[in-house]
T-cell receptor, first 111, second 115 residues
């Protein structure tokens, strides 16, 4: 069974601080996605990474896919209260489009 | 602004009652997913369809859950009979069907409480 473990589970920081969320697995994935979910809403895709070692930047967010395509990280620079939410990583293997989700990291950024 | 819609948004019912949740995928999307989200288990895939045909329902308790797509604009998830442990938020998502680079668009969810 493929599993994705996210850490930390909870993170509470002050505005302006940097943070990194990790997503690890013993399985290889063909692609990995990061989603952000706000209360009362469904997850919204932030980024998809498909190549081992790939780094993608989205404003203050930097996403990295591990060389072996088993892990990923999300780094936020100078966090803002608007970044508060649940961050989910999700891996896809094969060509089914089926995703395995991590448990999520709840981020709270205090003003 | 195309989006996935789900009804009802909230449902409170008593144990043993039948519950039906509905989802309208984004027009033109050929893949529909049903997920369940709880604090303990996180987001779990229950079933998914491509071109209205069920591809995988291994995540779904088959004795009480059933999922169908009567047509391309409607997906349903039914629980009969419902139990308190079914309390969760149920999400529907739709996608274009690209095998690797697909984006799943999630609906707002149905919050189910079974008393």
């Amino acid at each position: 069974t493929q599993l994705l473990e996210q850490s930390p589970q909870f993170l509470s920081i002050q505005e302006g601080e940097n943070l990194t969320v990790y997503c690890n697995s013993s399985s290889v994935f063909s692609s990995l996605q990061w989603y952000r979910q706000e209360p009362g809403e469904g997850p919204v895709l932030l980024v998809t990474v498909v190549t081992g070692g790939e780094v993608k930047k989205l404003k203050r967010l930097t996403f990295q896919f591990g060389d072996a395509r088993k892990d990923s990280s999300l780094h936020i620079t100078a966090a803002q209260p608007g970044d508060t939410g649940l961050y989910l990583c999700a891996g896809s293997s094969g060509n089914t489009g089926k995703l395995i989700f991590g448990q999520g990291t709840t981020l709270q950024v205090k003003p | 602004d195309a989006r996935v819609t789900q009804t009802p948004r909230d449902k409170v019912t008593e144990m043993g009652q039948e519950v039906t949740m509905r989802c309208q995928p984004i027009l033109g999307h050929n893949t529909v997913f049903w997920y369940r989200q709880t604090m303990m288990q996180g987001l779990e895939l229950l079933a998914y369809f491509r071109n209205r045909a069920p591809l995988d329902d291994s995540g779904m308790p088959k004795d009480r859950f059933s999922a169908e797509m009567p047509d391309a604009t409607l997906a349903t998830l039914k629980i009969q009979p419902s139990e308190p442990r079914d309390s969760a938020v149920y999400f529907c998502a739709s996608a274009m069907g690209h095998p690797v680079l697909d984006t799943q668009y999630f609906g707002p969810g149905t919050r189910l409480t079974v008393l």
